[in-house]
């Protein structure tokens, strides 16, 4: 059953010890302008899987972080989000896993249950059967001598 969260309200997520942030839901509509960001639209169609994901958590980060805790400049003194921080804190490899698997990927479980789902009873597969045969082993005759 799919439990839906009435109240959209933003939530804290741990994304390491000491270091949490506040994020807006993962809507559609955060999704929608995600995709429409000028950077995302702006990678290379040659750019690797990897350098297109980094692209869109940032882009997502930057409209998702409210406030954060446990985030300091380089002399320890707390700042706050900006889109120059939130880049930088994602470029650090444990806080960019963290994000993927606390927030994004949340948002794209209902994706894979739908890849998940079973053939269509009335689609290209319906009524299919298999035209493929077992190879028949050759027969050996004995020989004479």
């Known amino acids: 059953m799919l439990a839906l969260d009435l109240t959209n309200a933003p939530r804290w997520h741990d994304l390491a010890p000491g270091v949490r942030v506040q994020l807006r839901p993962l809507t559609t509509a955060l999704m929608v302008a995600t995709r429409s960001d000028p950077v995302v639209e702006a990678v290379p169609e040659e750019a690797s899987d990897e350098e297109r994901a980094v692209a869109f958590a940032k882009a997502l980060a930057r409209r998702a972080v409210l406030v954060w805790d446990g985030i300091g400049d380089a002399d320890g003194n707390p700042i706050d989000p900006s889109p120059e921080a939130i880049d930088a804190l994602l470029d650090v490899w444990p806080i960019f896993e963290a994000f993927q698997l606390t927030y994004v990927s949340k948002g794209l479980l209902l994706e894979q249950e739908k890849n998940a789902s079973?053939?269509?009873?009335?689609?290209?597969?319906?009524?299919?059967?298999?035209?493929?045969?077992?190879?028949?082993?050759?027969?050996?005759?004995?020989r004479r001598g």
């Open 118 to 142: 079973a053939l269509s009873p009335n689609g290209p597969s319906a009524g299919a059967s298999a035209t493929a045969k077992p190879a028949r082993k050759p027969v050996r005759t004995a």
